[in-house]
């Protein structure tokens, strides 16, 4: 499986926390993290299956995958799958 991380830089700490753990807990799992700007490009490069990012999302290139999951700042985060 192929998880792509993408949070604003005033996240990236917890965007690298997040792969830290993600990469600890399932060691065959490809992470890659990316800044947000960068976003649509490592998308298409990586062909991820799962996308964690904050919002907005750029739909294209997250539309490929088989799911995501947008964080948000606010106490609600939105989920697509499919």
């Known amino acids: 499986m192929r998880i792509l991380l993408s949070f604003e830089e005033r996240y990236r700490v917890y965007m690298e926390a997040m792969a830290a753990a993600i990469r600890a807990l399932r060691p065959d799992v ?14 298409e490069r990586f062909d991820p299956q799962l996308v964690i990012c904050s919002p907005p999302v750029p739909e ?6 088989l799911a995501r999951i947008e964080l948000s700042q606010s106490l609600s985060s939105r989920r697509a799958f499919g």
């Open 30 to 43: 490809e992470v890659a993290v990316v800044d947000k700007e960068d976003l649509e490009a490592e998308a």
């Open 60 to 65: 294209n290139p997250v539309e490929e995958s």
